[in-house]
């Protein structure tokens, strides 16, 4: 913890997630959790269905706000109360900056890939259709999904679908990037090629807060793991100490069960 | 026989230009009533379910004749054609509401969070992401609405204007033929219905995603 206490002094946290609660009636999901991500730093969060992660996750773009607590994003509290419009005015420009991508994809089905990609950048940004084109190829190429520019949703994999959906995050040129779950409702055999692009996008130094199942994949990508267990944070450090060497009974037979269900 | 055809053939226009304008005014009147009961406000949405209780929630005759017959009790002066399309424009304007209203909640929740989160504006989001799926969505449950309306122009002989269930019975006391003159109105229906029919299923086919 001293540690930590340090490094904070050295540098003012990139997202700042302070003493968060979040309940639903009487059912608190998030129990005073604190969060800080340094610019560049990829943080990822682990735990058993209903601990919470996702909320967490989601309650960073104010997607499921916070009943305390607060989320900062560098100098910008997001999670403000305001009159609705004041509201609805900061949070649209905030949400600019952070990217999302959603475990079911959630690509629009009724626009083509390079429809998804552009909508947003044409709307918020003003970009002409060229320069939104010109966008779109750039970030489809990098994530491996050009050639498939004009075909609908529906006539692409899982995993393309979820790359295409990290391409219309990326186009708005966001300074964090959230992933929820990203990979838990893809083919075994289509995890990767998403993998790979996550894995791409953390060696460009894109801040990255990452749900996920894929005990591996976090380990070799993240700089922070945190375990999440009933709405606290049980423990959290660096991926060698949490996967090798945890000291919380609740991460080491989290992580049991998991690993044992993982390579069975 | 033959004499009568000219008359049930203008009987059919008046159907069908009653038809169209009633299904003018119902999709706007829809379109204020669904987005009345979605709206953030809780008086609009009270106002928006009231209209839908109401006006599904009575006959259409009952509402035909108090438009026609007690407007003018309250300074509403209309000629009888006026009132057909108005009343039954409203009366199906209500059922249209609630058709858009499921249309628009049947959208994948994830789709509005998914354009939320790239910072599209709530009005964004329904213009550019959600509406154009249930507009896709809700061709087919309108046109039943709209067959049934179709059907419910029926009603407006009623209030004596002259479509083709007035000419049906006007030309009963000259022939003595009902069975012949209601037939004659019945296949007409149908071919209106049929027609709109195949143009709603054309609409449904071009509209749908790939």
């Known amino acids: 913890m001293k540690d930590e206490g340090d490094h904070m002094t050295d540098q003012k946290p990139f997202v700042d997630i302070r003493h968060a609660q979040k309940s639903y009636g009487t059912l608190e999901v998030l129990k005073d959790i604190n969060l800080q991500v340094q610019k560049g730093q990829i943080v990822a969060i682990i735990g058993p269905s209903g601990s919470g992660k996702s909320t967490l996750l989601r309650a960073i773009n104010d997607l499921d706000p916070l009943t305390g607590g607060e989320v900062w994003l560098e100098d910008k509290q997001i999670n403000k109360n305001l009159p609705h419009r004041q509201y609805e005015k900061h949070i649209n420009l905030v949400r600019q900056e952070i990217g999302m991508v959603f475990q079911h994809f959630n690509l629009f089905p009724h626009l083509t890939v390079r429809g998804n990609v552009t909508l947003a950048p044409k709307m918020l940004k003003g970009l002409s259709d060229v320069e939104a084109n010109t966008l779109a190829e750039a970030q489809l190429d990098k994530v491996g999904m050009l050639e498939r520019i004009d075909y609908y949703p529906s006539q692409l994999s899982g995993g393309q679908k979820q790359r295409v959906a990290i391409a219309r995050a990326l186009a708005m040129n966001p300074k964090v990037m959230l992933f929820d779950e990203a990979t838990s409702a893809l083919d075994p055999e289509l995890v990767e090629e998403v993998n790979l692009v996550m894995k791409k996008l953390a060696e460009e130094h894109m801040t990255m807060i990452i749900v996920t199942h894929e005990m591996s994949f976090a380990e070799s990508v993240c700089d922070r793991v945190l375990f999440m267990d009933q709405g606290v944070v049980v423990e959290e450090g660096p991926p060698e100490v949490m996967f090798r060497n945890p000291t919380s009974d609740r991460t080491k037979e989290f992580l049991r069960k998991h690993l044992a269900g993982q390579h069975p | ?210």
């Open chain 2, 1 to 210: 026989m033959q004499r009568v055809f000219p008359f049930f053939l203008e009987a059919a226009w008046i159907t069908v230009l009653l038809s169209v304008l009633t299904t003018i005014l119902g999709l706007i009147f829809g379109a204020i009533g669904a987005s009345a009961r979605m709206s953030r406000f809780a008086l609009f949405r009270f106002l928006g379910a009231a209209y839908v209780s109401v006006f599904r929630g009575t006959p259409a005759l009952i509402q035909l004749f108090i438009l026609y017959f007690g407007g003018p009790q309250i300074g509403i002066q209309l000629d009888a054609f006026q009132a057909a399309v108005i009343g039954l424009g409203i009366n199906a304007g209500a059922y249209m509401a609630e058709t858009m209203r499921g249309a628009i909640i049947a959208i994948d929740k994830g789709q509005i969070e998914a354009a939320r989160t790239v910072g599209l504006s709530r009005f964004q989001t329904m213009r550019y992401v959600v509406l154009p799926q249930a507009m896709r969505l809700m061709i087919r449950p309108l046109g039943v609405n709209i067959n049934a309306m179709i059907k419910a122009t029926a009603l407006v002989a009623a209030i004596s204007v002259v479509e083709l269930t007035y000419t049906a019975q006007r030309f009963i006391g000259s022939t003595y033929k009902p069975f012949e003159m209601f037939l004659i109105a019945g296949v007409l229906y149908m071919i209106i219905i049929y027609i709109t029919g195949q143009a709603v299923s054309w609409l449904d086919r071009k509209a749908r995603i790939n």
